[in-house]
């Protein structure tokens, strides 16, 4: 399994409903992601800055580049793009972040 985390930027006043929205996830996304090979798939906030902060593992990362091409993804993207920053193309603006330590 490989590890990946990072990190987003919610807009201010938007914390509860980003939760609200992440707490009725749409079976069809909800799929898409485990038939993906994700798991163990959170995402924390840090109340001080708005910072998202996702963690996941999967089998393959290479398959992570396969989703923005699925309409369901772009449809979620949509659905979100008006509570945190987003790209052009309506995705999250979405920060990589480089392991530093592990302790399995």
């Not at 079976?27 to 798939?41: F, M, N, R, V, W």
């Not at 996941?56 to 309409?71: M, R, S």
């Not at 993207?77 to 008006?82: H, R």
């Amino acid at each position: 399994m490989e590890r990946v985390a990072f990190k987003m930027k919610l807009f201010n006043g938007f914390e509860a409903e980003y939760k609200k929205r992440h707490d009725a996830l749409w079976p069809e996304l909800k799929t898409l992601l485990k038939d993906s090979g994700i798991a163990d798939y959170s995402i924390f906030l840090d109340e001080e800055t708005n910072t998202l902060f996702g963690y996941l593992t999967i089998e393959d990362k290479t398959k992570l580049d396969k989703l923005p091409g699925q309409p369901v993804m772009k449809k979620w993207w949509t659905y979100m793009k008006d509570i945190m920053e987003t790209n052009p193309d309506n995705s999250p603006v979405s920060i990589p972040l480089k392991e530093v330590f592990y302790l399995p």
